[in-house]
């Protein structure tokens, strides 16, 4: 593989002997050295142009066979992931126990007790069972959940719609699973920022993110994320109530609703932030601030694959937070909070009869019972993977809550349990199962050694290009050369008198005031200098029309002829100038010479103008010497 790490650079190389020789005129030895002007721009033979051309196209062709093997990789992964949810279930149910609290009363004695996949539930001499696909217990962490519920996150990714649900009494730790706090962060906001990392991290697709949150307060839609109105908050609700739109292919959407376009994880945290504030909460006996809606939070993934990104889809990830599912006796709930509490349980019911439907695969499932399931229709048929978390608290006063909760759970999860199926049957899915895990991580293991060598040969690919861009494409195209290389060539070409000019004038411009030259003297000067350049002109046209160098050869000035023609011009200019030097003197004696014929009262003037007259003289003989 052909890289050149060479840097050609325009160098310009002027050999001379400024005044160093008293007996040269004009700053020019007598016996003038070779002037030569190197340039060096960027020659390289034909045949490593030719050597680079080809590395640049093997590159774009490696570079195209990495990315059909990072997709055929991807593929694999997706497919091994999709098989490992659905031996696992379409839709799965967890369950998490609240921690005891301070203002809890412990008993001796618990109620509740659990396994890795059952609880068990002591009440009254009767002793319930129910099974999970996964039990978290009191001491389980914020981020062991979220392990448990990432998998089912990287399916969104994958172009399947999701939907993760938090269902239980009020006061047992719903809000805190999916919103968690500032140094616990709960599922929501640790999924935004897996989304970002792993879409980061994949180099196969683009994606992007969008966000809309709203909630269903009593069988109506608010929009969260909504701009705040003008006017009060009473006048304007009906404006947030939205309508649920669904098309042919049976995909839903709500009319109006703001949807974000979110760029990264601390924007759409923020916007998530806002969203939380605007929620309704009330006072009850159970919770100080219980929500009294479902809010609900959608992500919005465009995925673009394929080459150069022309296949696209749109996937949605639900998350929900429900209402609190406590009996109205418990709440002691009246007037508007006991009507709030009854649109929750109504929806909360159909909930429970669409996704138990959905497992027993019944012909019809009764969507338009709520606006919840309608709103969730296509997170929850078929294709998609829904996950509910069942959260119940471990006190014995909570018993009957926590019985309702569990029975919900097993209506909802409505299969034969594992423990139930033959032994053959049950090591056969286990089997399956790991077989599958390791060919994901296979499959993960090659995608990541495929992103190393896409990166390196997208890195040597930029370096080629660049290389070759300011190799030859400046040579080729001048119209493209940056302004820099442009403006080297104009002091390559520039002659040393035209440069000396330059840098006079710079000087000049530094110097102060009483130390520049005056009109009087800048005009005798400019005309002086008009014969020299005249001069310097003639001599030029001569020997120049004969000089031709390419970027690779040197300019060198010591044909004689041209030697004697630069000899003479300076020579003229020399006794040009002190000719004027010789005029000025006579004029300024003259001048004196005229001031001893005026009377003696009139001498202390002429001594003034005198002194003025050979102010300037000296001013302009420090001009010239600069």
């Known amino acids: 593989m052909f890289i050149s790490t060479e840097e050609e650079q325009i160098s310009l190389e002027v050999v001379s002997q400024l005044c160093s020789n008293p007996e040269s005129l004009d700053g020019f030895p007598k016996s003038t050295p070779p002037l030569a002007v190197y340039m060096d721009v960027n020659v390289v033979p034909e045949h490593e142009k ?45 369950c998490r126990i609240r921690p005891f609290q301070s203002t809890d009363l412990r008993r001796t004695r618990e109620p509740i007790s659990a396994g890795s996949d059952k609880i068990v539930v002591r009440s009254a001499g009767i002793r319930k069972e129910y099974d999970f696909d996964k039990v978290f217990t009191q001491e389980t962490s914020q981020e062991d959940v979220f392990v448990e519920v990432e998998p089912i996150i990287r399916s969104a990714l994958d172009g399947h719609n999701v939907c993760i649900l938090a269902y239980g009494q009020t006061g047992t730790g719903k809000t805190f699973t999916m919103e968690g706090t500032n140094d616990q962060l709960g599922i929501v906001p640790r999924a935004l920022e897996e989304l970002f990392r792993q879409a980061s991290q994949d180099s196969s697709a683009s994606f992007n993110f969008s966000m809309s949150m709203l909630e269903v307060y009593m069988g109506s839609l608010k929009d969260l994320l909504a701009p705040k109105p003008a006017a009060r908050a009473y006048e304007t609700f009906s404006k947030c109530n939205l309508n649920i739109q669904t098309d042919p292919s049976g995909a839903v959407e709500i009319e109006k609703l703001t949807d974000v376009p979110v760029s990264d994880f601390n924007q759409a945290n ?10 309704s909460t009330s006072w009850t006996n159970v919770n100080e601030s219980s929500s009294r809606s479902h809010c609900l939070t959608r992500i919005t993934i465009g995925r673009s694959w394929g080459p150069a990104k022309g296949k696209t889809e749109v996937s949605k990830l639900w998350m929900v937070d429900l209402g609190g599912s406590e009996r109205l006796l418990k709440t002691g709930a009246t007037g508007q909070t006991l009507e709030e509490g009854k649109a929750i349980n109504l929806s909360l019911s159909a909930l429970g009869d669409v996704i138990a439907a959905l497992k027993r695969k019944l012909r019809h499932i009764p969507y338009r019972n709520s606006k919840l399931t309608q709103i969730l229709r296509d997170s929850l048929g078929d294709g998609s993977k829904a996950l509910m978390l069942v959260h119940i608290s471990p006190c014995e006063e909570d018993v009957g809550e926590t019985t309702c909760s569990l029975n919900f759970a097993k209506r909802v999860r409505a299969i034969v349990s594992n423990r139930e199926l033959p032994e053959e049957l049950q090591n056969l899915r286990e089997k399956r199962m790991s077989e599958l895990h390791e060919e994901m991580r296979e499959a993960e293991e090659k995608c990541q050694k495929v992103r190393n060598k896409l990166q390196k040969a997208e890195f040597l690919l930029h370096e080629n290009n660049k290389l070759f861009s300011t190799t030859y494409r400046v040579l080729e195209h001048p119209e493209e050369m940056p302004v820099t290389h442009i403006e080297d060539l104009k002091e390559v070409t520039a002659t040393p008198r035209t ?51 390419t ?40 001048l004196e010479s005229r001031s001893s014929s005026i009377p003696q009262y009139k001498k202390g003037t002429s001594s003034y103008l005198n002194l003025r007259v050979t102010k300037p003289h ?5 001009s010239n010497l600069i």
């Open 50 to 94: 030719e050597a680079l051309q080809r590395t640049i196209m093997n590159l774009e062709g490696d570079i195209e066979e990495l990315r059909s093997e990072l997709r055929s990789l991807d593929e694999k992964r997706r497919e091994a992931l999709n098989k490992i949810l659905d031996l696992k279930g379409s839709i799965r149910v967890f």
């Open 270 to 279: 923020r916007w998530y932030t806002r969203g939380k504030r605007a929620r």
């Open 499 to 549: 440069v000396d000019k330059a840098v006079r004038k710079n000087i000049s411009c530094s110097l102060p005031r009483f130390m520049t030259s005056t009109v009087a003297s800048r005009q005798r000067r400019s005309a002086a200098d008009v014969e020299i350049n005249g001069s310097a002109r003639i001599s030029r046209s001569g020997p120049r029309s004969s000089i031709q160098f």
């Open 551 to 590: 970027g690779s050869q040197s300019l060198s000035y010591s044909d004689a002829h041209f030697k004697v023609i630069l000899r003479n011009s300076n020579m003229k200019s020399r006794l040009g100038e002190q000719k004027n030097l010789l005029t000025e003197s006579s004029d300024c004696n003259g």
């Open 618 to 622: 000296h001013r302009r003989r420090m």
